[in-house]
């Protein structure tokens, strides 16, 4: 027997626990007439145990009933009126219609899925507890946004123009480092090729650049020296002087640049414990610097989320003195953030594959934002809807957790506020394999998932709770 009030899904008594099974007849026609007379023969909590108990599941202490089933409250980890496409009015002292039924189900396991690692777990847990107790365990899941409010703005980062981000990366800090020597190599490996070319007139600094490229001594140089000088590629030049000139201007903007970003990482490293929001990106050329920058801006700045004082890393305004302690510094913050966002771009990369997946598999809320053009919906669809690994497991709780994914950067800001205030919207629904899923309303993402097989469901449990 199934109880629904529309067409969102199915649910069933089982779930109290019981994600697999069967019931007796008698069990199922006492269930469905109970509930189908409700709201003329109230369900009390005594009959409500009584039903469990003909499931053959354990009784529900007052609390449990008062909390899913008496009661709507107004603070919660997110916004429960989502979870039913009309929120019913709910009785405080009995059942007195399915709707009331179905809405304390749904909120239960919503609860479930959020916080864990499966529906029978949490009925056990769950349905031991006091109001007071559930209360507390919930309240335990919300952010405090008093607190972020509290806190004040963060201290001042280091400014850094627009123009000149791209100049904090390993592969400008590859062309323009005085680390070895007197000259940057790019300005070794230019002159070399000017020399090696010979030209009469003028050319294109990239004419030197290409030759340099296939000559450079080893793959990082190669690749570094055309990010080094994207910007001055089509300048004019016929001398050793010129080409002097030209990297020099760059060189004294590098030297710059890389000590606000050495001083922003300071900052950031000092504060990482109250750090809230990592931006997993991969930049390579100066547009991917501009447009990073841009975006955060455009996130971070918004009137909505003001009043949180966000602290958010920027990765344009940081910078390591290589790449085993970026990564490093990587993993810290990372690992101290409340919430990912990964920005899906025209290539991926291993590090930022490995920043998303590391904070989702610490249960980190992980924003997916591919860009608003026909590719960047493609590769929406793809994220959302195909990729397996778009859902990965807790490695401490064992829950399966989803990332959230948005074509919109709009949805991005709400997403952010939504969740820094807990108001965040999902719906329950059960697919036609058996499986329930929790889903994200904004955007349609499956950000939780209990799996019917049942194999897999032992073996989820099994090895998570070592």
């Known amino acids: 027997m199934t109880v629904s009030t529309n067409n969102e899904c199915e649910f069933s008594p089982r779930f109290f626990g019981l994600t697999t099974g069967s019931f007796n007849e008698p069990a199922n026609a006492m269930i469905a007439s109970a509930l189908a007379n409700c709201e003329h023969e109230f369900l009390s909590l005594a009959k409500l145990n009584q039903l469990l108990g003909m499931t053959r599941h354990s009784p529900i202490s007052e609390g449990f009933f008062r909390y899913y089933f008496l009661s709507a409250p107004a603070e919660h980890p997110y916004a429960i009126g989502r979870l039913m496409s009309v929120q019913p009015k709910v009785h405080v002292s009995h059942i007195v219609s399915r709707a009331q039924f179905e809405f304390g189900i749904r909120r239960f396991l919503a609860d479930a899925l959020l916080f864990f690692p499966d529906i029978e777990q949490a009925f056990q847990e769950l349905g031991e507890k006091t109001y007071e107790q559930i209360i507390s365990f919930l309240s335990s899941k919300r952010f405090d946004g008093q607190l972020m409010q509290q806190r004040g703005p963060a201290f001042e980062l280091q400014k850094i123009p627009i123009d000149d981000r791209y100049l904090i990366s390993e592969l400008a800090c590859k062309a323009y480092s005085l680390d070895e020597s007197p000259d940057p190599a790019v300005l070794t490996e230019l002159l070399k090729a000017y020399t090696q070319l010979h030209p009469g007139d003028k050319i294109p600094l990239k004419k030197l650049v290409d030759k340099a490229v296939d000559s450079a001594s080893d793959y990082q140089l190669a690749l570094s020296l055309p990010v080094g000088t994207e910007e001055v590629e089509q300048e004019m030049v016929g001398s050793e002087a010129e080409i002097r000139e030209v990297v020099g ?6 030297k710059t640049t890389r000590v606000a970003a050495s001083k922003n990482t300071q900052l950031y490293l000092s504060g990482a414990k109250d750090l809230d929001v990592y931006v997993a990106t991969s930049m390579r050329r100066r547009d991917d610097f501009r447009d990073m920058a841009q975006n955060c801006e455009t996130i971070f700045s918004d009137a909505r989320l003001r009043p949180f004082h966000l602290r958010y890393f920027d990765p344009t305004l940081s910078a390591a003195r290589g790449h085993e302690e970026k990564g490093l ?17 025209e290539k991926e990369s291993w590090g930022k594959d490995t920043e998303a997946a590391r904070g989702l598999m610490q ?48 949805k991005v800001i709400e997403l952010l506020v939504r969740i820094f205030s807990n108001k965040m919207e999902y719906v329950v629904e059960h697919t036609p394999l058996g499986n329930l899923r929790l889903k994200e309303y904004l955007t349609g993402s499956v950000v939780r998932l209990a799996t019917s097989d049942e194999m897999l469901d032992w073996s989820l449990k099994q090895y998570y709770a070592r």
């Open 249 to 254: 201007r760059i060189l004294e903007r590098f």
């Open 329 to 345: 510094l990587e993993c810290i913050m990372v690992d101290s953030a409340k919430v990912v966002i990964y920005f899906a771009q």
């Open 363 to 410: 249960g980190k809320p992980l924003i997916i934002y591919t860009p608003s053009t026909p590719a960047g919906h493609q590769r929406l669809l793809f994220f959302r809807d195909i990729h397996p690994l778009s859902r990965l497991v807790d490695i401490k709780t064992g829950i399966v957790v989803g990332a959230i994914i948005t074509d919109d950067l709009m």
